[in-house]
């Protein structure tokens, strides 16, 4: 069983930089492809980017490469979400997940931290 709990999210102007954290409790996180989501106000939930579980491989999707870097430290079972250039079509929840089951979708979820871009 894993526990998600994301942070950081706030209010910031366009252009502006948000690093997202991600804290999880167990000890199998180290095992665990991690992901961040995201849901815009009347909108499906999307992915963002994921690292796989060495660290070593990550993948953002289209509308945030060059922005956005996903990172984690296993040593201190957090995963991170590093923002920059954002932009008000950002604005959104953003989510952490984690143990990717191999068809796109994640065994475990946090609760969301709202991100608010204004322009």
């Known amino acids: 069983q894993v526990q998600l709990v994301e942070s950081g999210g706030g209010l910031v102007q366009a252009g502006g930089s948000l690093r997202l954290s991600c804290a999880a409790s167990g000890r199998t996180f180290s095992y665990y492809d991690m992901g961040w989501f995201r849901q815009a106000p009347g909108k499906a939930r999307e992915f963002v980017a994921d690292i796989n579980w060495r660290g070593g491989s990550t993948y953002n999707a289209e509308s945030v490469k060059g922005r956005f870097t996903i990172s984690r430290d296993n040593a201190k079972n957090m995963v991170y979400l590093q923002m920059n250039s954002l932009k008000p079509e950002d604005t959104a929840v953003y989510y952490c997940?984690?143990?990717?089951?191999?068809?796109?979708?994640?065994?475990?979820w946090g609760h969301g931290t709202q991100v608010t871009v204004s322009s």
């Open positions: 997940a984690a143990d990717n089951l191999g068809d796109g979708s994640y065994r475990y």
